[in-house]
């Protein structure tokens, strides 16, 4: 099994970190900025690179690719060219959401507040290869309170079970547009790293990174290529 775990393209609330260092003003679910759009289409362009490992001469057959995506917005956006391109389903998958979920602060407890999410009819209106590989509320596919550390580092345990689940000992290739946050907890649990831990894995707005699994071992082939996108157009 090669997954290929990509960060989401540069949304609202990142250029709003990125001009002002402050979460003041952020949307619970942000939309791609206009250079997201561009760092997602480059993507997809490009996208055949990361299907192969270098001097690998196995072609991946569409029925051998699996796509899955957070349900945020953005990272629907970003997946959406690529299932086009190789005409794919969008698997969408509650679990890959970013850590602390769909929430606002509250200006008056200074609490984070859960938020309902966006509602499955309205998901599938506006990404129509989106499906669900789990049943979710229909008032909003995230509907819980803002998510606790605990609880992400155990949701990130329960996405690497399942991925072993439904792959493992395969040829296929998982393909993961997720978040940058989530990909920490991801990897901490995938290679059994104890916490506290520190450090930082740095992923960069449509940044790719490859891990191999087999019966053997874990292998992390690279982290974080963005050689799909010209200087200027990483974030």
Known sequence: MRILFIRHAQST??????????????????????????QSLALCNHFERYLSREGDPQIHKPDSIHLYSSLMWRS?????????????????????????????KDPETDLNIGLPGKKQTELQSAFPRLKFVENVDQEGWYNAPFETDEHAHFRAKRTIHRLMERHRNTADVVVM????????????????????????????NTGVTCIEVDNEGT????VNRVDHLPVEWVS
Do not use: C
């Open 13 to 38: 609330n990142n250029l709003l970190w990125e001009q002002t260092g402050s979460s003041d003003g952020r949307s619970s679910d942000p939309t791609l900025t206009e250079l997201g759009i561009k």
């Open 219 to 222: 292998y992390i082939v690279f």
């Open 76 to 104: 629907l956006q970003t997946a959406q060219p690529i299932a086009e391109k190789l005409d794919l389903k969008i698997l969408g998958w509650r679990d890959l959401h970013e850590v602390g979920g769909v929430y606002l």
């Open 177 to 204: 547009v997720s978040h940058g946050a989530f990909f920490n907890y991801f990897m901490t649990e995938l290679l059994g790293v104890a916490s506290p831990y520190q450090g930082w894995f740095v992923m960069n």
